[in-house]
Every structure is written in structure tokens, then in C-alpha cells.
């Protein structure tokens, strides 16, 4: 099945892979403040301790974001990929589900482990979003899916358009 994630609009998705945290040491400070500090081994120690092989996993949707029925891309790249060959392959080594995100800047996620033929691909409702503002800062249920090399392959990745 089919999996979707949002990358900035500068990327090298096509060249290296979708990249894990662990691998995109400029993109830690977004846990800094969660962490309690700017060190490297210190935010992966903390990603890590919410739950086992966080700083290697990728978060990802069951489908694209959508407004008044069109993909909302949000500045930048949508990929998709299919979970289903990424576990065949051997790359996968854990899912998590999103079940709370954090409010206000506060570390107050839950995640619970599944196994991926429990992802739920329930369409999302997005009839209630007016706005690209409102939808994108909306909780929806999401998948953190934990790579026993912290990246996808390119090979395995689609450019959504």
C-alpha cells in the first residue's frame, strides 16, 4: 500500500533517498527545545527514548493532503512510496502510529506500535479545512516508519505531481 510524505521544496529525495533524522543533523533543532539541547547526540538520545528507532524513521500519511479536492503540496515535494516492497525488501524495521501530537510547542505526542497490516487507510475528511493554514496545521492520523538504515532508496520513491 501506499504511502505519502512531505518534503521542503529543496531536497535530495531523488539522489540520497528520503533521509531520517539521524541523517539531516540541520533539521534537529526542531527537537532542540523538546530535547533540552542543541547537541546532536543529546536529540537523538531524547527522539530515540519516545520510542525505539525514532531518529531512523520517516512520517508519512496514508494519503495527500487535500483542499476543495485538490493535493495541497504546502512549498514543497509530495513522495510517495509503497510500504508493502519497503518490508518485502527488508527495510523496514518498525511502525508507529501518531495517536497525539504535541499542542502549543509542548512534547506531549503518544505513538503506538503496530504492525503495517494494521495502517489505517480510511479516507481523512478534509471537508472542514477552508483554509491551507487550517489543514496543514491539523492533526491527522500519521505513520512514523522506523528504517533499519534511517532512508528509503530513491528507487523505492515517487514524485507525486
Given at each position: 500500500?501506499?504511502?505519502?510524505?512531505?518534503?521542503?521544496?529543496?531536497?535530495?529525495?531523488?539522489?540520497?533517498?528520503?533521509?531520517?533524522?539521524?541523517?539531516?543533523?540541520?533539521?534537529?533543532?526542531?527537537y532542540?527545545?523538546?530535547?533540552?539541547?542543541?547537541?546532536?547526540?543529546?536529540i537523538?538520545?531524547?527522539l530515540?527514548?519516545?520510542?525505539?528507532?525514532r531518529?531512523?524513521?520517516?512520517?508519512?500519511?496514508?494519503?495527500?493532503?487535500?483542499?476543495?479536492?485538490?493535493?495541497?503540496?504546502?512549498?514543497?515535494?509530495?513522495?510517495?512510496?509503497d510500504?508493502?516492497?519497503?518490508?518485502?525488501d527488508?527495510?523496514?524495521?518498525?511502525?508507529?502510529?501518531?495517536?497525539?501530537?504535541?499542542?502549543?510547542?509542548?512534547?506531549?505526542?503518544?505513538?503506538k506500535?503496530?504492525?503495517?497490516?494494521?495502517?489505517?487507510?480510511?479516507?481523512?475528511?478534509?471537508?472542514?479545512?477552508?483554509?491551507?493554514?487550517?489543514?496543514?496545521?491539523?492533526?491527522?492520523?500519521?505513520?512514523?516508519?522506523?528504517?533499519?538504515?534511517?532512508?528509503?532508496?530513491?528507487?523505492?520513491?515517487?514524485?507525486?505531481?
Open positions: 500500500m501506499k504511502l505519502y510524505h512531505y518534503t521542503p521544496l529543496e531536497n535530495t529525495c531523488l539522489e540520497k533517498g528520503l533521509l531520517s533524522v539521524s541523517l539531516l543533523p540541520e533539521c534537529l533543532s526542531h532542540a527545545s523538546r530535547a533540552g539541547s542543541e547537541d546532536y547526540t543529546a537523538i538520545k531524547w530515540d527514548s519516545t520510542f525505539e528507532g531518529s531512523r524513521s520517516v512520517s508519512c500519511f496514508t494519503e495527500p493532503l487535500k483542499l476543495n479536492g485538490e493535493i495541497v503540496v504546502n512549498g514543497g515535494h509530495l513522495f510517495s512510496f510500504i508493502d516492497e519497503l518490508v518485502k527488508g527495510f523496514v524495521e518498525s511502525v508507529y502510529q501518531k495517536i497525539k501530537s504535541g499542542e502549543s510547542g509542548k512534547a506531549t505526542e503518544a505513538f506500535k503496530i504492525e503495517p497490516s494494521e495502517i489505517d487507510y480510511t479516507p481523512f475528511d478534509f471537508s472542514q479545512y477552508k483554509t491551507e493554514y487550517e489543514l496543514t496545521h491539523a492533526f491527522f492520523r500519521h505513520y512514523m516508519i522506523v528504517l533499519k538504515n534511517g532512508f528509503i532508496p530513491p528507487k523505492y520513491l515517487t514524485q507525486e505531481k
